[in-house]
């Protein structure tokens, strides 16, 4: 019989996981009322929940983009590794949506460029 080995997937599909949880915080930085992120978290002085969420959602991209690192260099499945490096990205992106503003300037310059 011919022995096939599959890659492993679980550092990809768990870092898709935190890259996916890392998007969504990011996303209620944008979506949550102000009146809701811009409170002061209770036991900290001069901290919002602005500010919790922001470091939660950055802190996961990370954890994500280490994961996609992990899987590449553990020899796993790359689609899972690329996804979860592209979630983290994404992540910290939306934080910073003026990085997005900048990409979409540049492609839209490279195309122009390129046609």
């Known amino acids: 019989m ?3 080995v599959q890659p492993s997937r679980r550092l990809g599909g ?3 996981v935190v890259g996916l949880l890392a998007l ?3 996303a209620l930085t944008h979506l949550l009322p102000a009146e809701l992120l811009y409170t002061h978290a209770t036991g900290t002085a001069g901290t919002t929940w602005n500010d919790i969420v922001s470091t939660g959602a950055a802190s996961l991209g990370l954890v994500a983009i280490a994961l996609a690192v992990f899987a ?4 796993e499945e790359k689609l ?3 996804i979860a490096a592209v979630l983290g990205i994404a992540a910290m992106a939306v934080l910073v949506w003026w990085t997005l503003i900048i990409v979409v300037i540049a492609i839209i310059i490279l195309n122009s460029l390129v046609s």
């Open 2 to 4: 011919n022995d096939i």
């Open 14 to 16: 768990i870092g898709s």
């Open 24 to 26: 969504l915080l990011s």
């Open 72 to 75: 590449v260099i553990f020899k």
């Open 80 to 82: 899972l590794a690329g």
